[in-house]
């Protein structure tokens, strides 16, 4: 089991940004994919950027995302990261890093994830 320790979130105007990090403990070796969640009241739990663990380190970013966010990793401080430019009040939410379970159907699909963090809010204002 791996233990998930977010930080970083707070509360910025549009067009800022934010750096999100996510302290890993517990069993940090193994193939696995780390993603970043976020949700809002009301509405499902959604992916918005998904990095693998192996050499490729592949990165997948949700269409909402992509170019303003960055996912990246620090293997020798067992800690992930997502850097947040040109924020929207869109991106305001409960921010979540999960680690996957061996074998993923969906890196987007959080059933696929074993490993939660207790979450950092990000708030965006216009």
């Known amino acids: 089991q791996m233990q998930l320790t977010e930080s970083g979130g707070g509360s910025v105007e549009a067009g800022g940004s934010l750096r999100l990090s996510c302290e890993a403990s517990?069993?940090?070796?193994?193939?696995?994919?780390m993603g970043w969640f976020r949700q809002t009241p009301g509405k499902e739990r959604e992916g918005v950027a998904v990095?693998?663990?192996?050499?490729?380190?592949?990165?997948f970013y949700d269409d909402s995302v992509k170019g303003r966010f960055t996912i990246s990793r620090d293997n020798a401080k067992n800690t992930l990261y997502l850097q947040m430019d040109r924020l929207n009040p869109d991106d305001t939410g409960m921010y979540y890093c999960?680690?996957?379970?061996?074998?993923?159907?969906?890196?987007?699909?959080?059933?696929?994830?074993?490993?939660w963090g207790q979450g950092t809010q990000v708030t965006v204002s216009s």
């Open positions: 517990g069993i940090t070796y193994g193939i696995y994919y």
């Open positions: 990095i693998y663990s192996g050499a490729t380190s592949r990165t």
């Open positions: 999960a680690r996957s379970s061996g074998r993923v159907k969906s890196v987007w699909d959080p059933e696929s994830y074993v490993d």
